[in-house]
């Protein structure tokens, strides 16, 4: 909904086809690929999806993909420790992240 300085300002989870089967493609031409990836894309008009960036790394919305039950951090550490994967497709759809400025003044 808004991105600034790099970071997701407001955001909403949303279950979009398009991006999950772009998603999909791209896990599969980056075969070997480990841990985070992020990627920015747009969908014209048409409902055809571009892909505008793409990052080895967690994205900004990092914090609203892990409130809304995508804990991908505890899956990498669970993959890194040999222990039993709790990753999944379940997180909600609907969570929404608002972030904010705030100013602090003082006097000494």
Do not use: C
Not at 3 to 27: D, S
Not at 38 to 63: C, D, H, M, T
């Amino acid at each position: 909904m808004e991105v600034r300085t790099g970071e997701v300002w407001k955001g909403r989870t949303e279950r979009v086809p398009i991006l999950h089967r772009l998603a999909q493609r791209l896990g599969e031409t980056l075969r070997g690929a480990r841990g985070p990836i992020s990627f920015q894309a747009i969908i014209n008009e048409e409902g055809k999806a571009a892909v505008l960036e793409l990052n080895a790394r967690f994205g900004g919305g990092y914090p609203l993909t892990h409130q809304s039950g995508a804990n991908f951090a505890r899956w990498l550490l669970e993959e890194t420790a040999g222990l039993k994967s709790s990753a999944n497709d379940t997180w909600a759809e609907g969570v929404t992240m608002l972030r904010y400025d705030a100013a602090v003044f003082f006097t000494e």
